[in-house]
Structures are given as structure tokens and as C-alpha cells.
């Protein structure tokens, strides 16, 4: 079976478009679009042709390979044309930025994962001034999905994450952290299992999958080292949640005998 259901969801993804937006581009049913993700259905050839020169991307990646991030934002042939020095930004340099900590919204992560070394990405995206005070460089994300929240406990989706950045070596790790992981290709929340050879990324949320990669899999590596929430609704603890169940069983229970009495 070939790639391109998978590689529609992406450029979907990372474009910021609706199964709607991509149907009316080529002329197409919105839940055709949603039988190719799902791989029980594939575009016609010349729907094939037509997204990869939409796109910019060749006939053959789209149907054959996994694209990457990078392929889609183009910066490959965006850094043939800029020199190291204007496109590269060292820790260094992004440490001095006098005006705050870079945050990066939700809606740019998947370009944040394709243009982290681009020095005029980072001076684009917002800042905000947090009370923590560091010698190391920080950066603020937005937490995209609920992978470390877990009966209403945890880091949520909208939260913003205070995180310093960690150089990849095995002994600055710490088992049992959050860190948010930038692979090649994607994102992710995980707290850290054992450092072994193959890192093991867990999610508190059960249901999100174990993430598992190698030191040289990982482009960057941020620890979680404080959480600002979004929700300004206490959560509940997992005492008064039962407390709640017991009420509503006693509740039912009082009614169905008086069901029984009629």
C-alpha cells in the first residue's frame, strides 16, 4: 500500500487545513479525503499529480515515502540560498534575545519542528516575560493534546510550559522528568523512563503510546521545569471524584426502590 493517505493527514497537518479545504482545492469529496487517510481508498493518478504540484513535492515521494516536515516548509532549498550564519541560530545567540522567552503557539509547532535553526523563525515567534530566571536558554510551548493529564490531573492541553534546553548526552538525563522531545519529524510529552540506550518516553495518559528513540533520533530536548494553566477551575481529587460516585450509586440506588414499591 502506498504512502499518500498518511502523507495527506501531514500536509494537512502542517498546512493547517480541514479534510473541506483540501477536498475543494482538488475538486474532491470531503470524505474521499478521509477514505486515503484512513487507507481504505487512494486518489486517481491525476488527483495524485495534481497535489504534488500543488505542493511542490515529486510523484514518487508522495506515493512511496513518509514526507518529512522539512520537504514540506521546503527549507532544504531555503538554506541553499542563505548562508550558514544568517540561517543558524547557535544557544548562544538565542540566550541574548534581550525582549523575553520565545513561545511557540500550537498552531506553530510543526513549523517550529522544520525551522528551530532559523534564526529569523525564532525572532518571529511571541514572547512573554516568565518570574524564572536562568543562565540557560529557555522556551515556551503550548501543549497540544491532554498526553500528560490524567484524571483531570497533570499538564492539559492549552497549559504553556517553561522548559530549558538540555544537550543530549545520556548523563544529563533524568528519569521520571518531562521533557518535550523534538524528533525530526514531529513532537511530543513525555515523561522520561530509564535511560538506557534506547530512550523511553511515557505518557501519564494511558491512553497515548510509549515513545521510543535513540539519542541520535532526537534534534532537540527541552525539561519541563514549570506549568502555567490555561483552566483556572481547581481540579478535583481522586477522594472527592469517589466521594461524587458514591453520592450518584446511593442516588440510583434510592431510585430504584422506589421503583420497586409502585
Given at each position: 500500500?502506498?504512502?499518500?493517505?498518511?502523507?495527506?493527514?501531514?500536509?494537512?497537518?502542517?498546512?493547517?487545513?480541514?479534510?473541506?479545504?483540501?477536498?475543494?482545492?482538488?475538486?474532491?469529496a470531503r470524505p474521499s479525503v478521509g477514505a486515503y487517510e484512513e487507507g481504505r481508498a487512494e486518489p486517481k493518478i491525476d488527483t495524485i499529480i495534481q497535489i504534488a504540484h500543488?505542493?511542490?513535492?515529486?510523484?514518487?515521494?508522495?506515493?512511496?515515502?513518509?514526507?518529512?516536515?522539512?520537504?514540506?516548509?521546503?527549507?532544504?532549498?531555503?538554506?541553499?540560498?542563505?548562508?550558514?550564519?544568517?540561517?543558524?541560530?547557535?544557544a548562544t545567540e538565542v540566550k541574548t534575545k534581550p525582549s523575553g522567552m520565545p513561545v511557540v503557539p500550537a498552531e506553530r509547532i510543526y513549523e517550529y519542528v522544520a525551522q528551530?535553526?532559523?534564526?529569523?523563525?525564532?525572532?518571529?515567534?511571541?514572547?512573554?516575560?516568565?518570574?524564572?530566571?536562568?543562565?540557560?536558554?529557555?522556551?515556551?510551548?503550548?501543549?497540544?493534546?491532554?498526553?500528560?493529564?490524567?484524571?483531570?490531573?497533570?499538564?492539559?492541553?492549552?497549559?504553556?510550559?517553561?522548559?530549558?534546553?538540555?544537550?543530549?548526552?545520556?548523563?544529563?538525563?533524568?528519569?521520571?522528568?518531562?521533557?518535550?522531545?523534538?524528533?525530526?519529524?514531529?513532537?511530543?510529552?513525555?515523561?522520561?523512563?530509564?535511560?538506557?540506550?534506547?530512550?523511553?518516553?511515557?505518557?501519564?495518559?494511558?491512553?497515548?503510546?510509549?515513545?521510543?528513540?535513540?539519542?541520535?533520533?532526537?534534534?532537540?530536548?527541552?525539561?519541563?521545569?514549570?506549568?502555567?494553566?490555561?483552566?483556572?477551575?481547581?481540579?478535583?481529587?481522586?477522594?472527592?471524584?469517589?466521594?461524587?460516585?458514591?453520592?450518584?450509586?446511593?442516588?440510583?440506588?434510592?431510585?430504584?426502590?422506589?421503583?420497586?414499591?409502585?
Amino acid at each position: 500500500m502506498s504512502s499518500i493517505g498518511k502523507n495527506i493527514r501531514k500536509i494537512r497537518a502542517v498546512k493547517k487545513m480541514s479534510q473541506a479545504d483540501f477536498a475543494k482545492i482538488f475538486n474532491l469529496a470531503r470524505p474521499s479525503v478521509g477514505a486515503y487517510e484512513e487507507g481504505r481508498a487512494e486518489p486517481k493518478i491525476d488527483t495524485i499529480i495534481q497535489i504534488a504540484h500543488h505542493f511542490g513535492l515529486s510523484i514518487d515521494r508522495l506515493l512511496t515515502k513518509e514526507i518529512t516536515i522539512n520537504e514540506l516548509y521546503h527549507i532544504d532549498r531555503y538554506a541553499e540560498n542563505l548562508s550558514k550564519s544568517e540561517t543558524h541560530a547557535t544557544a548562544t545567540e538565542v540566550k541574548t534575545k534581550p525582549s523575553g522567552m520565545p513561545v511557540v503557539p500550537a498552531e506553530r509547532i510543526y513549523e517550529y519542528v522544520a525551522q528551530r535553526e532559523n534564526r529569523d523563525f525564532i525572532a518571529s515567534l511571541p514572547v512573554v516575560c516568565l518570574p524564572e530566571e536562568t543562565n540557560r536558554m529557555n522556551r515556551a510551548f503550548e501543549v497540544v493534546s491532554n498526553e500528560m493529564l490524567y484524571l483531570n490531573s497533570g499538564i492539559a492541553k492549552g497549559d504553556l510550559i517553561n522548559c530549558i534546553y538540555v544537550s543530549k548526552e545520556a548523563a544529563n538525563l533524568k528519569e521520571g522528568s518531562i521533557y518535550f522531545v523534538i524528533s525530526r519529524d514531529s513532537f511530543f510529552l513525555r515523561r522520561l523512563g530509564p535511560v538506557k540506550k534506547t530512550l523511553e518516553f511515557q505518557a501519564d495518559n494511558p491512553d497515548f503510546a510509549t515513545m521510543r528513540l535513540g539519542l541520535d533520533e532526537i534534534a532537540e530536548l527541552w525539561l519541563v521545569m514549570g506549568v502555567y494553566r490555561t483552566d483556572l477551575q481547581s481540579s478535583k481529587s481522586t477522594e472527592g471524584k469517589l466521594l461524587e460516585l458514591e453520592k450518584s450509586v446511593k442516588e440510583l440506588e434510592q431510585r430504584i426502590s422506589r421503583l420497586e414499591m409502585r
